[in-house]
């Protein structure tokens, strides 16, 4: 019988100072033999097998250190000395038209990659880096299929105007319009396609974009080919999504005993049933997520293709969303590597059916009714609120099952976005670069909504059909010229870049509706087309220089040109300025071991807005009028031709941004982050004004009137807990402080101009904001309730605030629906195969309107005549008897901590793979609050038929070959 020989390998660990490094893995290349040095850096590993083995020493924060040995009978001895590794810092980084490291930075740039992404059935991009970036604050819209998120940068800079930041897909910025057919513009791009992002916050980072970056910017770069033998990567998930909580109504006895008490009248309208109809809307919901992508290259040539399919059910019956993504890139060098091009090509297509209205019908719908009529002959046998000719009740909620299954709303949406770039470096000065970028996006959307002539909806009509399309396209060229030099005899480094930029908008929209169900006859006039268009030109430069690699200095320029501004006030000037300071080069701080990063970091910049209005909101367009109105001139009527309201003196929204940092790392890099405090003040805020009767063609108009300021800190830390062999443990932290306060909303300054905002449910014109100098924007305007002995309110009894013995003019600015803190907190922990993840965040201090409860939660909703609808079950503490729409009752502390998504998973090393792991995600795992609503985290801060965001379970299994 033989035995293998083994021997055995014994040494140190050393770093570059020779002082050993305990804890440092130590380990034999293709096995799992190695061994953990102790605390004088002493390492031993026996059970070697003799001959020819490769070494490799490990630790955190050092380049790791590979040494080729001959294993005999005897201990060899194999010593190790190794180097910091400033990878981190020589990180090479997407900024706008270009790339620096990460050490060179001046800006406030925040990088992610796609090993950092959130875990789970991510199905649009922005969930994936949710919650990991200070200073961002991204919130899904609803929990409906493919819904979008709204995303801000430090709070946004506008009010009226567009508070997104700028989305930059492989050079081509998107346009934010929407896209018919689908509810999310950005769902048509796969996450599994996306690399990195890169997210640029201050203007210093952000001016280079000028007029569209006073949101802030995000950088998305997609995966690339890479040149040697192929590679195949498949993903697969599939998920089970269930409702965690439903609004909290009268049950069928409580309603029943709510009724007979206080609406006698109405008790012969009592059913006998006892329904959930939240219950019978909701569903176990099923998602599959399946991605396969090509990588290799043939001959120097890298390429990458990739198909993506998503089959995602929502919670709510019908509702459905079916997409399909391409992506192919393809990438070559000619001309000696002087000349490199590079091709993305992204395709999507998107299928969705749409579950509308039925949330509001489920909450109010009568519990005391079945779901079907004793009458199968009509209104496909469900049960509805009939009027005295027995026709359905148009002022009665809708029976929510049948508006499910009766209505067919679906919507279809097909997406392109191109681009090529040439990078040329030319040969006679190889120091000058010429790039060009040019691109497009091109989308089309369609649907349509049918209710047949035989549903209780639209019955008197005889059912109804729309339909509706819309065409957007982009196009976009970049071009500048780049010049690096170093100068060593002066210790400089020189980066000069002076470009140019073109962008061109148009959009086309157009609905057709007023059909009845057989989809030809007409009941009103079909809607008009709107067509859109405008363009933005821009020539800019860039200046970046550093000192010594410690005294860095960046500078840009930017000059938009936008169709949307009259000639007098079409160009925008926005410049940047940035300094930074590697205060650890200084020989001061080079003997202090602990510190391995600190770099000081100044900024001040300009940005723009121009988006708030129509395309030219300067010029008097004019469209014909309704045929049907007519001006009479004596015997004579005709058709007129009327200009929409204008405003020739618009200009710009600007931004100007100072911020201060400090980046720090200790302990050779085990423990960095960023601490930065800013200040943003907008001024000339696009906003609709009340103006004179007979000044303008309508009583508000569009003027540069306000002014906003923002101010805030932004801090995150990452910790590299744990690194050994078989163990490590990474942890991040940040935390976003953030305030936003009108300083001006009048033309004349007037502290005590006010305007209106954020329409709520129960009549029309309802509004629970306003917008006053001094506060915040997000205030809710409400009476202070007044409550009894028992902490119950009082119905109709307000706080006398300004004392002049009545309470009906005594509403105050209460409150915000921004919180004032939010925070993100992560954790990253292996062990050997295993991994098991989490990623949670929370708001503080941000508040909800709980319209819900508001526009129902009284026993005067039981008193309408012919019907019956449900109440909140809140009224059975209130017992309010008619609505009390601006108690600050109904303002809610909506604060929460909330577990986005926790993974477990396992890698398996298999041979001729390489490597098969499978894992398991729970996504939306738990949420601590006191909002007594559906969910605390609702955009807006009017919680109104919430679509809810489900909890998710899901298995996945990707395969590497």
Not at 307 to 333: E, M, P, W
Not at 505 to 531: I, L, M, W
Not at 762 to 784: C, D, E, H, M, R
Not at 821 to 842: I, V
């Amino acid at each position: 019988m033989a035995f293998a020989q083994t021997g055995s390998i014994k040494g140190k660990v050393l770093d570059e100072t020779n002082a050993p490094l305990p804890g440092a893995a130590v380990t034999i290349d293709g096995t799992t033999i190695g061994a953990t040095t102790d605390g004088n850096g002493n390492y031993t590993i026996t059970g070697v097998k003799t001959g020819n083995v490769t070494v490799t020493a490990k630790f955190l924060g050092y380049v790791a250190l590979k040494k080729a040995v001959t294993v005999g009978n005897t201990a060899v001895e194999v010593n190790f000395s190794l180097k910091p590794d400033n990878q981190n810092l020589n990180e090479v980084v997407v900024v706008g038209y270009g790339t620096q490291k990460k050490k060179d930075l001046t800006g406030s740039v925040t990088s992610i990659s796609a090993k950092d992404f959130n875990q789970g059935p991510v199905t649009t991009p922005e969930q994936l880096i949710t919650g990991k970036v200070s200073g961002v604050q991204i919130t899904s819209n609803s929990g409906a299929p493919g819904s979008g998120s709204t995303i801000r940068i430090r709070g946004g800079a506008s009010l009226t105007g567009s508070n997104d930041p700028l989305i930059v897909v492989d050079g081509i910025p998107l346009s934010n319009n929407g896209i018919s057919g689908v509810s999310n513009p950005l769902s048509l791009i796969n996450p599994d396609d996306i690399e990195s992002y890169n997210i640029l916050k201050d203007a210093s980072a952000t001016a280079i974009f000028g007029s569209r970056a006073s949101n802030g910017v995000i950088i998305i770069t997609t995966k690339k080919g890479k040149d040697g033998k192929l590679h195949i990567d498949f993903d697969s998930k599939s998920s089970l999504s269930k409702v965690t909580k439903e609004v909290s109504v009268l049950s069928a006895d409580q309603f029943r005993t709510a009724v007979k008490a206080q609406s006698p009248g109405q008790a012969s309208l009592l059913g006998t049933a006892n329904t959930d109809w939240q219950s019978l809307i909701y569903r176990p919901a099923y998602t599959y997520d399946n991605n396969l992508s090509i990588t290799g290259g043939i001959k120097g040539l890298p390429y990458r293709l990739s198909v993506g399919y998503l089959d995602q059910d929502g919670i709510v019956k019908t509702d459905n969303l079916k997409r399909t993504t391409v992506a192919f890139n393809i990438s070559h060098d000619f001309l000696h590597n002087s000349l490199k091009v590079d091709l993305n090509l992204k395709g999507s297509h998107t299928l969705s059916h749409f579950a509308a209205g039925a949330i509001g019908n489920a909450i109010a719908f009568d519990p005391t009714q079945p779901v079907y009529s004793n009458d199968k002959s009509k209104y496909g046998g469900y049960f509805e609120w009939l009027d005295g000719s027995g026709n359905p009740n148009t002022l009665a909620p809708r029976n929510p099952v049948g508006l499910l299954n009766q209505q067919d709303a679906q919507g279809r949406a097909t997406r392109g976005i191109g681009t090529l770039n040439v990078n040329y470096t030319f040969p006679f000065l190889k120091e000058l670069q010429f790039n060009a970028t040019v691109g497009g996006d091109l989308s089309d959307g369609k649907g349509y909504t049918f209710i047949p002539a035989s549903a209780a909806s639209n019955f008197a009509q005889g059912g109804s059909y729309s339909h509706y399309f819309s065409e957007l396209y982009t196009y976009n060229t970049d071009y500048y010229l780049k010049y690096t030099k170093d100068f060593k005899e002066i210790k400089s480094h020189l980066d000069l870049q002076a470009g140019y930029s073109y962008q061109y908008f148009n959009s086309y929209y157009r609905t057709f509706q007023g059909y009845k169900a057989d989809k030809t006859t007409p009941v009103g006039s079909a809607a008009s087309p709107s067509y859109g268009q405008y363009y933005i030109e821009s020539p800019f430069a860039r200046l970046n220089y550093a000192f010594n690699e410690k005294y860095l200095l960046t500078a840009t320029i930017r000059d938009d040109r936008s169709s949307r501004f009259s000639e007098l006030h079409r160009n925008g000037y926005f410049p940047s300025v940035a300094f930074a300071w590697r205060a650890k080069e200084e020989s001061f701080l080079k003997g202090v071991d602990f510190l391995s990063d600190l770099k000081l970091k100044a900024g001040y910049g300009i940005t723009g807005q121009q988006d708030g209005g129509d395309y030219f909101p300067y010029l008097a367009v004019y469209e014909p009028s309704n045929t049907a109105a007519q001006y009479q001139f004596g015997s004579t009527f005709v058709n007129t031709l009327r200009s929409d309201r204008y405003n020739a003196n618009l200009k710009w929204e600007s931004t100007a941004t100072t911020n201060l940092a400090l980046d720090y790392g200790l302990f050779n890099g085990r423990v960095n982050g960023t601490i930065e405090f800013y200040n943003k003040k907008t001024k000339d805020l696009l906003i609709y004004t009340p103006i004179p009767a007979g000044t303008n063609l309508s009583n508000y108009i569009l003027a540069n009137i306000g002014n906003l300021t923002t101010k805030g800190v932004d801090f995150n830390i990452n910790v590299i807990a744990v690194a050994t062999k078989d163990i490590n443990w990474k942890l991040g932290y940040n935390l976003s402080l953030n305030k936003r306060k009108i300083t001006n909303i009048s033309l004349t300054s007037d502290p005590n101009q006010t305007i209106a905002v954020t329409g709520i449910p129960g009549g029309v014109g309802n509004t629970i904001g306003l917008y006053k100098a001094g506060q915040s924007p997000s205030a809710f305007y409400v009476y202070q309730q007044v409550y009894d002995q028992n902490g119950l309110p009082l119905e109709g009894v307000y706080v006398d605030r300004n004392k002049n013995g009545s309470s009906s003019d005594d509403k105050y600015l209460y409150k915000q629906s921004e919180p004032k803190a939010f925070m993100g907190f992560n954790s990253d922990f292996s062990y050997k195969q295993w991994n098991l993840g989490f990623s949670a965040r929370a708001n503080l201090g941000n508040y909800l309107y709980n319209a819900q409860s508001a526009a129902n939660g009284a026993y005067a909703g039981l008193k309408f005549s012919g019907y019956l609808g449900n109440l909140p079950s809140s009224v059975l503490q209130t017992q309010f008897q008619q609505y009390q729409l601006y108690s600050d009752y109904y303002v809610e502390n909506a604060s929460f901590v909330r577990m986005d998504y926790a993974t477990l998973g396992y890698t398996f090393h298999i041979k001729g793979t390489h490597n098969l792991r499978a894992s398991f995600n729970v996504n939306n795992v738990f949420v601590i609050t006191k909002y007594k609503g559906l969910d605390p985290e609702v955009n807006g801060g009017v919680d109104n038929n919430f679509y809810p965001r489900p909890r998710v379970y899901t298995l996945g299994l990707n395969l590497s070959l």
